[in-house]
């Protein structure tokens, strides 16, 4: 039997140094360090990440990297929101005849986010419905056998704010959006590889418009300096153009925008809340709004608002609207243009 434990003894021993030489190569190599992301990848945010595009921001890093997820909705109506690093990305499927509601927590059209940026949103190329204003970027598949828009956005920080880092988290949102659609059994065309992403020129003098601002005019009272626009190859989700003025405060005077998919849905929200945009067209003081159709999904959104430091002759508004609608809408493909009277 003293014969037998020894025995027994030579085998463990070996056997638990090799176990513990294995479990400490799996907790510091850095092979051991990617299969433990990958295996948290496997059921974090559904398992939608991928795990390359994602560790280009996370390093392989679990914690603090995949700091947290949370889901909700089912069918046609679900979301995925998660951290990456220090990004928040949203997947969801959005129904065409959905609108925001400001008093329900949770409702993916409420996450998405535009605006924080100092840039204005470009396409983000390579075919895909999608841009970015090197802060928040949004890539959207039209499903073909569902009432529904597949959604991805990113919500970053102004640290991300250069062309390489936003290159990055356009891949992210590309491929999660093929890896959902898949997932979620929405049949839509997808995109190829993203391109390098252009930095824009800032504060053109007006007249030199090629891009979002061409054909828009100016009140003649000589109040307009300059245009920021977003390039115009009719994939971008959102698109803008800004007039301003230099001789005072040098401020933006006119903005126009033109809002795509869940983006425009986005701006319309329900019944009883003040501020949002309803019906087809329409105007007040100090905007307008028209709309059109594009495609099965729900109809884009194109408005002008004046700010503070405008005082717009009457009329103007409609008018440049109108000018700026109606090429927004022939650069998507979108029929059945409403503008306010």
């Given at each position: 039997m003293r014969t037998m434990r020894r025995i027994a003894l030579y085998a463990v021993v070996p056997l638990v140094v090799l176990l513990a030489a294995g479990y400490g190569w799996y907790r510091t190599s850095d092979t051991g360090k990617r299969w433990r992301y990958e295996d948290r990848l496997a059921t974090y945010c559904e398992g939608l990440l991928p795990v390359s595009e994602s560790a280009a921001l996370t390093s392989y890093s679990t914690d603090p990297g995949l700091p947290g997820d949370?889901?909700?909705?089912?069918?046609?109506?679900?979301w995925d929101a998660c951290g990456v690093a220090d990004t928040r990305l949203l997947v969801a499927l959005i129904p065409h005849d959905a609108v925001r509601n400001r008093n329900l927590s949770g409702?993916?059209?409420s996450m998405l986010r535009d605006g924080g940026s100092d840039h204005l949103p470009v396409a983000i190329g390579g075919g895909w419905q999608g841009h970015t204003d090197f802060r928040d970027t949004g890539v959207v598949l039209n499903c073909t056998n569902r009432p529904a828009s597949l959604v991805v956005a990113v919500s970053a920080d102004e640290s991300h704010e250069n062309a390489e880092e936003t290159r990055q988290i356009a891949r992210l949102a590309t491929v999660t959006a093929?890896?959902?659609?898949?997932?979620?059994?929405?049949?839509?065309?997808?995109?190829?590889?993203?391109?390098?992403i252009p930095v824009q020129p800032d504060r053109p003098a007006p007249g030199t418009a090629t891009a979002t601002c061409a054909g828009v005019p100016v009140p003649g009272d000589e109040s307009v300096d300059w245009h920021r626009e977003t390039t115009a190859p009719g994939t971008a989700l959102l698109e803008t153009c800004a007039l301003g003025e230099s001789k005072a405060r040098d401020e933006e005077l006119y903005w126009f925008g033109a809002a795509f998919g869940p983006y425009a849905q986005r701006l319309r929200t329900s019944a009883?809340?003040?501020g949002s945009y309803r019906g087809d067209a329409g105007a007040d003081?100090?905007?307008?709004?028209?709309?059109?159709?594009?495609?099965?999904?729900?109809?884009?959104?194109?408005?002008?608002n004046d700010t503070e430091y405008a005082a717009p002759p009457s009329g103007y508004l409609r008018t440049a609207l109108r000018a700026f609608a109606e090429r927004a809408a022939q650069r998507h493909g979108c029929t059945d243009l409403k503008l306010p009277s």
């Open positions: 949370r889901t909700g909705g089912a069918d046609d109506d679900r409702e993916p059209l093929e890896r959902a659609a898949e997932r979620w059994s929405c049949d839509a065309p997808h995109g190829t590889v993203v391109p390098p009883g809340d003040p003081r100090h905007s307008a709004w028209g709309s059109a159709a594009c495609g099965t999904g729900p109809r884009a959104l194109f408005t002008v």
